[in-house]
T-cell receptor, first 116, second 116 residues
Framework: DAGVIQSPRHEVTEMGQEVTLRCKPI?????LFWYRQTMMRGLELLIY????????DSGMPEDRFSAKMPNASFSTLKIQPSEPRDSAVYFC??????????????FGSGTRLTVV | QKEVEQDPGPLSVPEGAIVSLNCTYS??????FMWYRQYSRKGPELLMY????GNKEDGRFTAQVDKSSKYISLFIRDSQPSDSATYLC????????????????FGSGTQLTVLP
């Protein structure tokens, strides 16, 4: 298995532009998570999906952020318009549900976003 | 107060030293405890997984959970320069159904450097 695949690895964009981050979870995993990591705030959960349905988006910072999961093998996180304070590393992670247990997540390599 | 507290370090030790990394938590419902290792510019990877209290050993790594004190530890014996990374603890409450939330609560991470 290739693991969780994220693209692009790096993104540099100008303030005000639209940014789209992409994620392909591990096949068979029914949970997908989007995290943001910064030095100041650590790992922050933005949103997560179960069976392609958004379950909790309370971590999405503003209406400028949106996420979709049109099918079990693809998800996007969009920022429109982007701002310099959105600069961070964005991680996608996936996991498989096991009744009554939690065996953790598998993370992708992340997208390093810089908004100038 | 954060639900999970972790000393950010940085921690610097000589090669061969025993390293102790720790987290404290406030939610007594937590049952699943994990340690993730994150190398620079990479995603976190699951290192150790423990359910409820007790110890778990895997090679040079030992994870301990003391639920009465709400305290978990990761010990690294004979530390190597390749162990230099950020270590994040993570935990979650028990899950009663396969569709229930499996959100992990992460510590802020401890940056470890093992000097050759």
């Amino acid at each position: 298995d290739a693991g969780v695949i994220q693209s692009p690895r790096h993104e540099v964009t100008e303030m005000g532009q639209e940014v789209t981050l992409r994620c392909k979870p591990i096949s068979g995993h029914d949970y997908l998570f989007w995290y943001r990591q910064t030095m100041m705030r650590g790992l922050e959960l933005l949103i997560y999906f179960n069976n392609n349905v958004p379950i909790d988006d309370s971590g999405m910072p503003e209406d400028r952020f949106s996420a979709k999961m049109p099918n079990a093998s693809f998800s996007t996180l969009k920022i429109q318009p982007s701002e310099p304070r959105d600069s961070a590393v964005y991680f996608c992670a996936s996991s498989a549900s096991v009744l009554g247990a939690n065996y953790g997540y598998t993370f992708g390599s992340g997208t390093r976003l810089t908004v100038v | 107060q954060k639900e999970v507290e972790q000393d950010p370090g940085p921690l610097s030790v000589p090669e061969g030293a025993i390293v102790s990394l720790n987290c404290t938590y406030s939610n007594s419902a937590f049952q699943y405890f994990m340690w993730y290792r994150q190398y620079s510019r990479k995603g976190p990877e699951l290192l150790m997984y423990t359910y409820s209290s007790g110890n778990k050993e895997d090679g040079r790594f030992t994870a301990q959970v003391d639920k009465s004190s709400k305290y978990i530890s990761l010990f690294i014996r004979d530390s190597q320069p390749s162990d230099s990374a950020t270590y994040l603890c993570a935990m979650s409450p028990p899950l009663t159904t396969s569709g229930s939330a499996r959100q992990l609560t992460f510590g802020s991470g401890t940056q470890l450097t093992v000097l050759p």
